[in-house]
């Protein structure tokens, strides 16, 4: 499905144009057109590649929505796949956007429901010192707001990792911590693997051998870079933590079960202490005179209640009961 | 065993040759002969040396079953070394597959049964445009089935993670669960070194210092080696994953074994208290007044049975039973 | 808010002046303008980034209090962010610095309470010589001084390491020790991400690719690189040690589980002799000698005591008790 | 003690040698000596030292049995340390080979018994078109016999953990299992730290640098050095999987220790329940109907064993015994 | 303090100079001065940085004694700062010498006590052809000598590690192994920490990018780095074997466990069934013909022991006890 098609010059909005007269646009100098797809069939996107001449490799990683983020060249041109990943319901989503980008054209194609990129464009337009740059500086747009996009993914699973972390110490919460643990590094590990590429393109893209398409626009790139580069830091904290808080609620879960072992275990002590005086005045000596006793009974009880209120601070004392 | 030796001129197949006609396709420009063997004897592939000047150690490793994949030159020829992987009864089968390539000659051997390569020739048939870049491109052709391949079982190994992590937080799995997770882990050990030094070499065939034969093939190698990045990344998240399930199963043993423990100590309690009353009313003192009363024994029982009731009742409230 | 506007000639501290002079101080050679502010309002900073002629893109990280330490290169003008760490009371505080510096001018911006600079300014003004060397002596002033107080951080780190070392092999302290570990491994992570992309800073600054700002710096930069170099030494020790204290921690808990066993055991033994004997003469047969003995009562306490004695006496041996 | 010295000229060998007539043959076009040391004594050295010009570091490094391995040139000569590990008993047993070459030489200095190298001079003296490549060729044979008697040894490893392997999953093998693991482990190290460093060694005489004495024999060295890769890569294996083993033994030895504990459980409840009901009807009351039923004793055992019976069916089937 | 202050010509000794003389030595041709300080306090360094030219920033890392090993040229000159490491009472100790170089001088400063480098010297004297080389010969042997001192201290290490192997694997030593084996990890990493940054030196010294001073020294610096690279290998593998045996040490403490548990709990059976048969008999049924029986009493104590007899020998025979 077609979202836009629009015609530049100069960095000003020239109007809408339809596909067939983009043919017209393209090679005019200061003038680039620029399209968004949403989940083309082959039929559109075979139109568009006849257009603008994309690779056929290209074609079938962007109708496909499962590749790796990357940057490739072809020839004058870009191809970039970038992750969209968007928290909903504790859950990640990802969806996929791939940009040809050549002399004269963006050509974004957006895969799965997610945001689109309608404020990108119209922030763009209303900047034309800056959109004058043409194709690149879509691309630094696009990318600039998928990347602006991570970081409440990233806030999200720090805050989950601290909720996580205040739990942690406390008793009898080891199994659902441990879950939430295991699915926070699943999440941690999703979102670095569409970071990490995604950031050795933006390096690629503000480096010493910038493709020429890109000349103006390396200090753009090199802030997406930057924000990339922090959110790898993030999301590498985040993993590591959550690798020592795995262990670390092993460890709370053997220190609560050694507690619980000497609070049972002093239980034990006072109940044999128990029973043990009750067997002894069970026996059936003929010859115990305490038996006899008009408050023997009464002695017993008192005895057997004294040894174990005994016990029982002494227990205490310890540590534990 | 020879499966195929047909000969090509411009990306269209000419005819099946005979080996010893080989030599006259040798040298031509536009033509080249694309031989299929299948666990060849040392006589066959000696005869296969002497036509295309093969290098004795290049042979060597052809025959010999247990290479690592690699990318070799040698001169103008590349000799490149593969590894089938399929997935059969949950257990991964690896083939080999070694292939040598020069100016107007492909030569494929396949060792260990697996699936051949005849739809591979069928489709390059197909495309004679892309064929004409002549031997690179079947080099391409071959290594991106390969690496096709290996895509179902990534997806294998995923399946099996997510069916463990499915598992590995109910109770009383964790033996069958690790004995998965440790499985998985050694596939996924084997499927890393099949896909990582086959990656190098896509790496190599795709970089800025291309052999001479693969000039006009660097965006198909690309695409191999996107594809084989991506099959690393699958690989490195379900190992990490599998680590990291592994000590997660560790620590629901010892969660689940402390809610045994608490289990067993209510019970051991309930049973203690009645083990004390009846131990005191089992005492021989002389005055003991319940004893004689009518309805002693029955009160007995019941203050028995309402202690272990009490007890019962506190224990389940506190999650214990 | 402005906190210093000086200007200097030479090395040499000219006098305060406003900012609507600051035009007439760039430009002149061995001249250079020093701008301190702290927590500048967005106008405040929009005036600076007009007469210095500051990146748009700087200028909002400058502005914004998150972001990962770095060093970018606008032209012939250098842009740094540093953090500051400080220990207040067990917790980590971080501010941020942010320098501009080009031909004629350096302007810092500090965010977020912290100590300022001003000592650094006094410092400076006290070594002519070497404050000639322009902006660049500044920025390796103020870096110099930031990582200087990584230091004391680094050091309560590793004092708070060993006082879990001497902790750690004592009993009783394990969930101490853990959320202290855990603590721990935090702060140093966090001081870690403040320092080495401050060290890749510094040593871009020292290499063999040295801006042109600083061509006579480099040694400082060294040095700086080389103190970031031994704090990230210290770093990973910490951060290695903690790994290793927390599976020791684990050890210990189930070393001190198991001789709390072991001493269990043994007491469920000697109670076990006694109920047994206990029962044995409470059984009813007719027929038991003993029960008629005059000294059978006290014979079986005796009894009863002595196998107690006895085990008591072993276990104590074997180190259970 | 000299083995062999023997003098070859364009691949073939001439006759052996005395040490005085060395210098007779060197400098010669076509020619070279090749000399075979063991264990020799410093005097013997000191006249090779003299006759070869080699670098007193080199010569001591020779005699001393504890290099690491690796590769140094000194001007147009070449030292290379290798060792040699063999499996003597389950124990890795280390050699050590030291060999000089240069225009016109080969010396090879072997420290420890171990397996001599007289078949490697007897195959090379059968190709005289490969001896032919001189000193280069002669480092390359014994590199690769001694790379080749590492894979017994990789094998013997890979097969000891595939029995640990076999055992992890059955109970009772733990203490066994963990012995082995922490041995292999071990040997692991060893024989990786025998084989990287000769890994870079064959690659830097393979790469795109190589020594001028080496020039003709790259391509062997590639495959000595893919060899190496091939060993490292199984070595890595060996080693993952054991750090994996370790961590599932742990898990089993738990998971175990839960059986254990259930089934412990399972006949204390059975006993406690015989306990129990032993005592009430030891209780002294004196209205208790049962006691004087004339099938009471019979019918209490029946009632003991039955309960005693219907728990032991219980916990039976919730696999507990 | 100084140590000596003599001044050399063409590797051999001239004579003790007093510190006012050495300009009369410098910059003349063959000569130089070799002056070793000993725990100098600022006055004496200034006389010699004025005397020398030295960087500021230098002179103050060699009187503080906190540094990290490193190298670094000034110009010409050069600047190095090693960690001396002994082994005493089981404790490391760590001394540093800072070594200033350059054409026609050398300057070592050494800090803390700890072993001197009167040897050194001696050495040095007795081999002119060696020492000739200059002022980096005098470094060579310097950092020879250090490097030299690790070996006993890894051998220290290596043997606490094997003494600490044999003792893994026996019951009851599961603290004293983790508490050695914590104190040899932080060992490891302290001697790692000496050794590493000094290897990047040496590496440099004998690299492809040598410093002046030292372009005839380059295969003893060789050496040199060859003896860091054994040193680091040793100490990852103690450090890898470390945190293996801690993992297999809290394996070991597991199975010890389990198999304390499972001799006691076969105790516990025993007793059990002792008391269910003495309560049996000490029921107060009317007719329990067994009790009146003449040798009742000794059968139903044969009947205990019996059981209890029969019990042990089964949980002998399952290992258990």
């Given at each position: 499905?077609?979202?836009?098609?629009?015609a530049?010059?100069?960095?000003?909005?020239?109007?809408?144009?339809?596909t067939?007269?983009i043919?017209?646009?393209?090679?005019?100098?200061d003038?680039?057109v620029?399209?968004?797809?949403?989940?083309p069939?082959?039929?559109?996107?075979?139109?568009?590649q006849?257009?603008?001449?994309?690779?056929?490799?290209?074609?079938?990683?962007a109708?496909?929505?499962?590749?790796?983020?990357?940057?490739?060249?072809y020839?004058?041109?870009?191809?970039?796949?970038?992750?969209m990943?968007t928290?909903?319901?504790?859950?990640?989503?990802?969806?996929?956007?791939?940009?040809?980008?050549?002399?004269g054209?963006?050509?974004?194609?957006r895969?799965?429901?997610?945001?689109?990129?309608?404020?990108?464009?119209?922030?763009?337009?209303?900047?034309?010192?800056l959109?004058?740059?043409g194709?690149?500086?879509?691309?630094?747009?696009?990318m600039?707001t998928?990347?602006?996009?991570?970081?409440?993914?990233?806030?999200?699973?720090?805050?989950?990792?601290?909720?996580?972390e205040?739990?942690?110490?406390?008793?009898?919460?080891?199994?659902?911590s441990l879950e939430?643990?295991?699915q926070l590094?699943?999440q941690?590990?999703?979102?670095?693997?569409?970071?990490m590429p995604?950031?050795?393109?933006?390096?690629?893209?503000?480096g010493?051998?910038?493709?020429?398409?890109?000349?103006k626009t390396?200090?753009?790139?090199?802030?997406?870079?930057?924000?990339?580069?922090?959110?790898?830091a993030?999301?590498?904290?985040?993993r590591?933590?959550?690798?020592?808080?795995?262990?670390?609620?092993?460890?709370?879960v053997?220190i609560?079960?050694?507690?619980v072992?000497?609070?049972l275990?002093?239980?034990?002590?006072?109940?044999?202490?128990?029973t043990?005086?009750?067997?002894?005045?069970?026996?059936?000596?003929?010859?115990m005179p305490?038996?006899?006793w008009?408050?023997g009974?009464p002695?017993?009880?008192?005895?057997?209640?004294?040894?174990?209120?005994w016990l029982?601070?002494?227990?205490r004392?310890?540590?534990?009961?």
């Amino acid at each position: 499905m077609i979202i836009n098609c629009v015609a530049y010059e100069k960095g000003h909005r020239l109007h809408d144009i339809q596909t067939e007269e983009i043919g017209d646009y393209l090679g005019q100098p200061d003038r680039f057109v620029w399209v968004a797809l949403h989940e083309p069939d082959e039929a559109e996107m075979a139109r568009f590649q006849a257009v603008f001449g994309l690779h056929e490799l290209a074609v079938e990683d962007a109708l496909n929505g499962h590749q790796r983020p990357k940057l490739e060249e072809y020839g004058q041109s870009l191809f970039v796949i970038m992750h969209m990943i968007t928290m909903r319901d504790d859950q990640l989503e990802t969806g996929q956007v791939a940009v040809f980008a050549g002399p004269g054209y963006v050509l974004s194609v957006r895969l799965h429901p997610g945001r689109g990129f309608a404020e990108v464009r119209q922030r763009c337009e209303q900047e034309p010192a800056l959109l004058r740059h043409g194709p690149a500086f879509v691309i630094y747009a696009l990318m600039d707001t998928i990347v602006d996009r991570y970081f409440p993914v990233v806030e999200a699973l720090q805050a989950e990792l601290e909720s996580i972390e205040d739990q942690i110490f406390i008793r009898g919460t080891a199994r659902r911590s441990l879950e939430r643990l295991y699915q926070l590094k699943r999440q941690t590990m999703r979102l670095k693997h569409a970071a990490m590429p995604l950031g050795e393109a933006a390096g690629h893209l503000s480096g010493v051998r910038v493709p020429t398409l890109c000349h103006k626009t390396r200090e753009y790139f090199r802030d997406v870079y930057d924000h990339l580069n922090r959110i790898e830091a993030a999301v590498d904290t985040v993993r590591e933590m959550t690798i020592t808080a795995i262990q670390v609620n092993l460890s709370m879960v053997a220190i609560d079960e050694g507690e619980v072992h000497k609070r049972l275990a002093a239980w034990a002590a006072i109940f044999a202490v128990a029973t043990i005086l009750a067997g002894i005045w069970g026996m059936n000596f003929t010859h115990m005179p305490e038996l006899d006793w008009r408050l023997g009974y009464p002695l017993a009880l008192l005895v057997m209640g004294g040894a174990c209120g005994w016990l029982y601070q002494r227990f205490r004392r310890a540590g534990w009961l």
